[in-house]
Protein backbone atom coordinates (compact mmCIF):
# COMPACT_ATOMS: atom_id res chain seq x y z
CA UNK A 1 0.00 0.00 0.00
CA UNK A 2 1.29 3.35 -0.81
CA UNK A 3 2.09 5.99 1.73
CA UNK A 4 3.02 9.37 2.38
CA UNK A 5 3.39 10.44 6.31
CA UNK A 6 3.16 13.86 6.97
CA UNK A 7 4.58 14.69 10.93
CA UNK A 8 6.54 18.47 12.22
CA UNK A 9 2.98 20.16 12.25
CA UNK A 10 2.23 22.52 15.11
CA UNK A 11 1.74 25.73 16.64
CA UNK A 12 4.56 28.75 16.32
CA UNK A 13 4.78 32.72 16.60
CA UNK A 14 5.14 34.77 13.67
CA UNK A 15 9.07 35.07 12.92
CA UNK A 16 9.43 31.88 14.38
CA UNK A 17 10.48 28.33 12.31
CA UNK A 18 8.93 24.88 12.09
CA UNK A 19 10.17 21.62 10.27
CA UNK A 20 8.37 19.24 8.28
CA UNK A 21 9.25 15.97 6.95
CA UNK A 22 7.51 13.36 5.00
CA UNK A 23 7.99 9.97 5.30
CA UNK A 24 7.68 7.71 1.99
CA UNK A 25 6.44 3.83 2.13
CA UNK A 26 5.09 1.27 0.40
CA UNK A 27 6.27 1.07 -2.96
CA UNK A 28 10.16 2.42 -4.19
CA UNK A 29 9.36 6.92 -4.18
CA UNK A 30 13.09 7.00 -4.10
CA UNK A 31 13.25 8.36 -7.80
CA UNK A 32 10.49 10.30 -7.76
CA UNK A 33 10.29 14.51 -7.23
CA UNK A 34 8.86 14.89 -4.42
CA UNK A 35 6.75 18.29 -3.60
CA UNK A 36 4.80 20.17 -0.87
CA UNK A 37 1.54 21.83 -1.17
CA UNK A 38 -1.01 23.71 1.54
CA UNK A 39 -4.20 24.41 1.54
CA UNK A 40 -5.64 27.28 4.21
CA UNK A 41 -9.56 27.32 5.22
CA UNK A 42 -11.43 28.78 2.25
CA UNK A 43 -8.49 28.66 -0.18
CA UNK A 44 -7.55 26.28 -2.86
CA UNK A 45 -4.51 23.83 -2.47
CA UNK A 46 -1.74 25.14 -3.65
CA UNK A 47 2.24 24.54 -4.70
CA UNK A 48 4.70 25.38 -1.76
CA UNK A 49 8.06 23.79 -3.14
CA UNK A 50 9.28 20.63 -4.98
CA UNK A 51 12.28 18.55 -4.98
CA UNK A 52 13.62 16.40 -8.07
CA UNK A 53 15.42 13.46 -7.43
CA UNK A 54 18.85 14.60 -8.39
CA UNK A 55 18.21 17.67 -6.43
CA UNK A 56 16.85 21.01 -8.29
CA UNK A 57 14.64 22.90 -6.29
CA UNK A 58 11.53 24.66 -7.11
CA UNK A 59 9.53 27.22 -4.68
CA UNK A 60 6.37 29.23 -5.06
CA UNK A 61 7.45 32.97 -4.79
CA UNK A 62 6.17 33.95 -1.64
CA UNK A 63 8.17 31.05 0.22
CA UNK A 64 11.58 32.02 -1.81
CA UNK A 65 14.07 32.56 0.83
CA UNK A 66 12.14 31.69 4.12
CA UNK A 67 11.93 27.68 3.31
CA UNK A 68 14.12 25.23 2.21
CA UNK A 69 13.19 21.53 0.51
CA UNK A 70 15.29 18.93 0.86
CA UNK A 71 15.21 15.56 0.22
CA UNK A 72 17.05 12.07 1.55
CA UNK A 73 16.73 9.34 -0.95
CA UNK A 74 18.64 6.38 1.04
CA UNK A 75 15.54 7.44 3.74
CA UNK A 76 12.91 8.28 1.51
CA UNK A 77 11.90 11.64 3.13
CA UNK A 78 11.73 14.86 2.17
CA UNK A 79 11.98 17.82 4.70
CA UNK A 80 10.46 21.24 4.54
CA UNK A 81 12.54 23.85 6.90
CA UNK A 82 9.87 26.52 6.96
CA UNK A 83 11.55 29.66 8.67
CA UNK A 84 10.35 33.31 9.21
CA UNK A 85 6.90 32.17 9.02
CA UNK A 86 3.72 33.97 8.67
CA UNK A 87 0.46 33.78 9.78
CA UNK A 88 -0.16 34.13 6.15
CA UNK A 89 1.42 30.71 5.72
CA UNK A 90 -1.19 29.03 8.14
CA UNK A 91 -2.72 25.91 6.61
CA UNK A 92 -2.65 22.28 6.12
CA UNK A 93 0.61 21.34 4.75
CA UNK A 94 0.40 18.53 2.34
CA UNK A 95 3.39 15.59 0.84
CA UNK A 96 3.10 14.97 -2.76
CA UNK A 97 4.74 12.41 -4.50
CA UNK A 98 5.08 12.12 -8.72
CA UNK A 99 7.39 11.06 -11.22
CA UNK A 100 8.71 14.29 -12.72
CA UNK A 101 9.39 17.75 -10.69
CA UNK A 102 7.38 19.63 -13.65
CA UNK A 103 4.37 17.09 -12.34
CA UNK A 104 4.27 17.07 -9.15
CA UNK A 105 4.64 21.67 -9.41
CA UNK A 106 1.12 20.68 -10.54
CA UNK A 107 -0.52 18.23 -7.94
CA UNK A 108 -1.86 16.23 -11.22
CA UNK A 109 -1.62 12.39 -10.38
CA UNK A 110 0.42 13.05 -7.90
CA UNK A 111 0.33 10.90 -4.50
CA UNK A 112 -0.50 12.44 -1.47
CA UNK A 113 -0.38 12.39 2.65
CA UNK A 114 -2.70 12.72 4.71
CA UNK A 115 -1.83 16.47 5.98
CA UNK A 116 -0.05 18.25 9.30
CA UNK A 117 -1.54 21.98 10.68
CA UNK A 118 0.54 24.86 10.89
CA UNK A 119 -0.53 27.59 12.82
CA UNK A 120 1.62 31.04 12.65
CA UNK A 121 -0.14 33.06 15.05
CA UNK A 122 0.47 36.89 14.86
Known amino acids: QVQLVESGGGLVQAGGSLRLSCAAS????????KGWFRQAPGKEREFVAA???????SYEDSVKGRFTISRDNAKNTVDLQMNMLKPEDTAVYFC????????????????WGQGTQVTVSS
Open 96 to 111: AANTELRTVRTGSGSY
Open 26 to 33: GRTFTTYA
Open 51 to 57: ISWGGIT
